[in-house]
């Protein structure tokens, strides 16, 4: 083309149109870019991406949700920046700040934080704290949350049980503040000061009692159970020399149909675990049920009493399979779910350094140390629905004790009892993504051949390819 004074100028024109476009354009891309996000998730399995059952879980949720994180570890906090940003992109209203634990150690300690990093999520006025960093103990304690219904514990006092406020090895203020940190409202009751269980109740304890307690006591249980109540009954192995080896509580044994036996259960593997004594009781293996659903953790229990149902009981099931369903619903179906091995057995004799079985004295394993109790009630809110009523008795309170609850899965036994107890067992399972494909395994020789690839082949043709090059320009 010609080259004159009206095509330079229609260029300049030109180049400048272009220069506004193409700047107006990037200009454009910047802004979307802070407004709309879009990722994609690549890795096999997507590994780094939410699973759809918490995506559905984040669809419910409607108030804001604020996570506070006590930590000063950067690694850590990359970690749980990297896990929660998943929760915010798809619900940008949750929140997350890090709140360094050296800054204030007096709050720290009235917040009860004994994990680096532990986390506590508020939601609605309630809070939970978590020490698991993972998207299932995360989207769990969300759920928990969720659920307005108020968990309370009430631990019977007064008759020398376990507390769950005194710090003595054999009571249980470790495991309440884990109870605490999973929502549940704790508390005593002397029930001789109140002559009254309260209505909102999800739990009852009995930890051990050490003396009896008084016919009105144990008449406020025993109606508590009939109207429907929960309770946990932690026993202790009998002591026949004393007045009332029951503590005043066989006529709740009675009404529930399991008895306690006499004895203490010994376990004489518990020597292959670097236990001495022998009256330590290892559970290896549990049935099917709720409690144990995803457990597989060994759990220990010192000196536990067998457990039995009533000869009495077992003869009124046979009675009401041939009465109307109406009727049924009162008796309780009692299910072992503690049971130890067949080794094992109840030493009826003073212990000793080594103990041996008796087969006129001992009774062999295996050994019934926990009974799970359940029944179906008429709803009063509902009347064509029923409620379901939750008992579970053990032969043994140290196993939750301050002393015992960090040995084995004792600590998630005892969490898992009480969420099944307060009717919160629902959580939600989430599948572990297996990372395939993260290690590449490769023989001497393979690995050997490959460095001879990238440190002499590969230049070796690139010095060949060179030369040529050169040899036909230079030639030319």
Excluded: C
Excluded at 157 to 175: M, Y
Excluded at 205 to 229: C, F, H, M, N, W
């Amino acid at each position: 083309m010609d080259i004159n004074s009206h095509s330079t100028q229609s260029l300049k024109w030109q180049n400048l149109l272009f220069t506004i476009l193409f700047l107006t354009i990037i200009g454009l891309l910047a802004f979307l870019s802070n407004r709309y996000v879009y990722l994609a998730d690549w890795t096999t399995n997507n590994q780094n991406s939410l699973n759809e059952i918490t995506l559905q879980l984040l669809e419910t949720i409607e108030a804001p949700v604020e996570i506070i994180s006590y930590t000063s570890n950067t690694s850590l906090k990359q970690s749980i920046q990297e896990l929660v940003g998943r929760y915010q992109h798809i619900k940008p209203d949750v929140s997350l700040r890090f709140i360094n634990p050296n800054s204030d150690p007096d709050k720290i300690r009235s917040l009860n934080i004994v994990v680096d990093g532990e986390m506590i999520i508020h939601y609605q006025g309630r809070q939970e704290h978590l020490t698991e960093l993972s998207e299932q103990d995360l989207s769990n304690t969300l759920h928990r949350l969720m659920r307005a219904k108020e968990r309370k514990i009430l631990f019977i006092q007064g008759h020398g049980e376990r507390s769950p406020v005194h710090e003595a090895n054999f009571d249980l203020k470790t495991f309440s503040h884990h109870l605490k940190k999973q929502g549940f409202l704790v508390d005593t009751i002397n029930l001789a000061k109140t002559m009254n269980i309260p209505g909102n109740v999800s739990v009852l304890v009995i930890a051990g009692p050490q003396a009896a307690l008084l016919p009105s006591e144990v008449r406020l249980i025993i109606d508590y159970v009939k109207t429907g109540g929960n309770l946990l009954w932690l026993g202790e192995p009998l002591k026949i020399t004393q007045n009332q080896p029951m503590h005043g509580l066989l006529p709740l044994s009675e009404l529930l149909g399991v008895e306690f036996l006499d004895g203490v259960v010994v376990d004489p593997t518990t020597e292959r675990y670097g236990i001495t004594r022998p009256d330590y009781a290892i559970i290896t293996e549990y049935p099917r049920h709720p409690i144990i659903n995803g457990f597989s953790t060994v759990t220990l229990f010192p000196q536990a009493a067998g457990i039995e149902r009533l000869p009495t009981y077992l003869d009124e099931d046979k009675h009401l399979e041939q009465t109307p369903n109406a009727s049924r619903k009162q008796a309780f179906d009692i299910m072992p779910f503690l049971t130890t091995i067949e080794r094992s057995w109840i030493e009826t004799s003073p212990l000793k350094d080594r103990v041996h079985y008796s087969e006129l004295l001992d009774i062999i394993g295996p050994i019934n140390i926990g009974m799970i109790l359940s029944r179906q009630l008429a709803n009063e809110f509902n009347p064509n629905k029923t409620k379901e009523q939750r008992i579970i008795v053990i032969g043994d309170g140290d196993f939750l004790s301050n002393t015992f609850l960090g040995n084995a899965g004792n600590l998630d036994m005892g969490m898992n009892i009480f969420n099944w107890l307060s009717h919160d067992e629902q959580f939600i399972a989430i599948p572990t993504r297996v990372k395939d494909d993260i290690t590449l395994d490769m023989s001497p020789v393979m690995l050997s051949l490959l460095g001879a690839v990238f440190l002499f082949l590969i230049p070796a043709i690139l010095i060949i390819t060179g030369s040529i090059i050169w040899f036909k320009r230079r030639n030319r």
